[in-house]
């Protein structure tokens, strides 16, 4: 496996998708055109394309395209700032944006990577868009069902009782859980400002206090900007209180990805992303290839999920070699 992030290189291109319900969505293109693409999906959601995501992905054998979707990123407007970036933000609207901007870029199909909100982001597409998804690497794999989300702002609270605590008197209105993430939501576009910040950092907070379980993570320093952290907890909050829409659940029609090659990475004791999801989606489609990390580990820019996913982009990207000379 490679144990580094490849060469930081610069956009091949970037810019915004035309405005579309008062969006203007950020993307931005590296590596080499001429290769087959695959598209990045970042987490959160509310996250942003990090700098080192398109890194996982060697440049000289993939056309790797990233985007930052409503609200987040680059994108305007920024939730962190206007409660306007709520507004027409939903999964339909994302995955519009995705084909709106394969389009712009005249890529016929793609591998599609995503982790953590990014898996689901990435499934729901491959279930409205399979003909154009040449395979899936899915990293800290969600689905954003109802066990997860239980399990994330409540059931995890039993491995984290002193940060639980203090999570709970952020919204002590809430019950763990789903009622947690309705409590916050309220607070979180309640049009006082202090009482919006104080909400976002408690939130905040929690998700840093689970992420950290393994000793090897990283806690993201963005979770001390305002902005960003306003942000990402209006458009978690906003996605999560109503499952993200997602009905029939995802992994209740996860057979109909059977025949889509795809890669799922998950660490076996990370809270904020149960391994019973990866193992369940592995099961309904059982060409997948599922990789098991020791520890608790949730974020793919740094340790053993890094390489994994390196590995796996790689080999991927060995594939595509097979089938294809203009790359």
């Not at 712009?104 to 499934?123: E, I, N, R």
């Not at 019950?175 to 309640?190: C, D, F, I, N, T």
């Not at 963005?222 to 978690?236: I, T």
């Not at 997948?288 to 790689?314: C, Q, R």
Request: with cysteine; proline share 7%; charged share 20%.
């Amino acid at each position: 496996m490679a144990t580094t992030l490849f060469p930081e290189t610069g956009p091949l291109r970037s810019g915004y998708l035309p405005e579309q319900d008062g969006h203007s969505v950020h993307w931005e293109t590296f590596g080499n055109a001429s290769c087959p693409a695959i598209l990045l999906l970042h987490g959160g959601p509310g996250d942003g394309i990090s700098p080192r995501m398109p890194r996982l992905f060697d440049p000289d054998r993939w056309h790797i395209v990233a985007m930052d979707q409503r609200g987040a990123g680059r994108s305007r407007p920024h939730a962190g700032e206007s409660l306007e970036a709520l507004d027409a933000n939903t999964v339909a609207h994302l995955l519009n944006d995705i084909e709106r901007l394969r389009t712009l870029l005249g890529v016929d199909g793609w591998h599609v990577y995503g982790s953590s909100w990014g898996a689901t982001l990435a499934q729901a597409y491959a279930h409205a868009h399979a003909a154009r998804v040449s395979g899936l690497l899915l990293a800290a794999v969600t689905s954003t069902s109802k066990f997860e989300i239980d399990l994330l702002y409540g059931g995890a609270g039993e491995f984290l009782p002193e940060a639980f605590e203090e999570f709970r008197k952020g919204a002590p209105e809430g019950e763990p859980g789903l009622g947690m993430v309705a409590a916050y939501y309220e607070r979180l576009v309640s049009g006082d400002p202090s009482s919006q910040i104080a909400a976002a950092l408690a939130w905040c907070r929690w998700e840093a206090a689970v992420l950290t379980v393994d000793p090897r993570a990283e806690t993201p320093g963005l979770f001390a900007d305002q902005r960003f952290s306003l942000g990402f907890a209006r458009v978690v909050t906003h996605y999560f209180r109503n499952l993200a829409g997602l009905n029939p659940p995802l992994l209740e029609r996860a057979e109909a990805l059977k025949d889509i090659p795809a890669v799922l990475i998950n660490s076996r004791l990370d809270l904020s992303t149960p391994l019973s999801t990866a193992w369940k989606l592995h099961r309904a489609m059982p060409s997948s290839k599922l990789i098991v990390i020791p520890g608790a580990l949730h974020g793919t820019l740094y340790g053993p999920l890094s390489e994994a996913v390196i590995d796996a982009g790689n080999r991927f990207a060995s594939g595509n070699a097979k089938r294809t000379k203009s790359c």
